[in-house]
């Protein structure tokens, strides 16, 4: 019989319905709307907007940000659901995921969204939890699996880190306003005018 992952798949789900209603409403183009929709912004803990660090996870910047978020999901969520329970998945999920809503909070200038913070938190707590695991830390595939995970963390880190941090996107100023690295990458946030 074949194990379930039923969080991932509400989460899958309720990710491609709130992005379908972006795309149709064209939110995701606009500052405005999606900060309106629960986009991460800066001060948001000073005005105790703390619905934004949920909402957040489930908003996404542009087709490819949610594809790409989409499909870790899809790939590690499922399989870490899987081996080690439903429950412990979507704590850690949840957790880490406004970890880095309040990381980026606290280091970015404008408005942010997306999963990539939850999706990173599974991945460490993936390798934590092989390495940890009397089950599955003697396995063969489980090296593989940790070395994978490392390899796309630190692929995706010097992604982030590359990237040049920028303002929110106005009619008046549509160019990058430094060429500083992008601090959100740590905290797992791409500013939603970047992904």
């Avoid at 630190?154 to 160019?175: R, T």
Wanted: avoid cysteine.
């Amino acid at each position: 019989m074949k194990r379930k992952a039923p969080v991932t798949t509400a989460l899958l789900v309720t990710i491609a319905i709130v992005f379908a209603f972006e795309y149709v409403t064209r939110a995701y183009a606009s500052n405005d709307a999606i900060i309106a929709m629960g986009a991460i912004m800066p001060g948001l803990l000073k005005r105790g907007e703390w619905w934004r660090l949920i909402a957040s996870m489930f908003l996404h910047g542009s087709l490819l940000h949610w594809a790409a978020n989409s499909w870790a999901l899809y790939q590690i969520g499922t399989l870490y659901e899987v081996l080690f329970g439903s429950k412990r998945f979507a704590l850690i999920y949840f957790s880490t995921g406004i970890i880095a809503g309040i990381a980026s909070s606290l280091y970015n200038h404008g408005p942010a969204v997306g999963a990539s913070g939850a999706v990173f938190g599974i991945m460490g707590a993936f390798i934590f939890s092989l390495i940890r695991s009397p089950v599955y830390r003697h396995q063969r595939w489980t090296r593989g699996l940790i070395g994978q995970l490392v390899f796309w963390i630190v692929i995706n880190i010097a992604i982030g880190l590359s990237a040049p941090e920028q303002q929110p996107l106005s009619p008046a100023s549509a160019k990058p306003t430094t060429d500083f690295p992008n601090p959100t990458a740590v905290g797992g946030r791409v500013p939603w005018h970047l992904a």
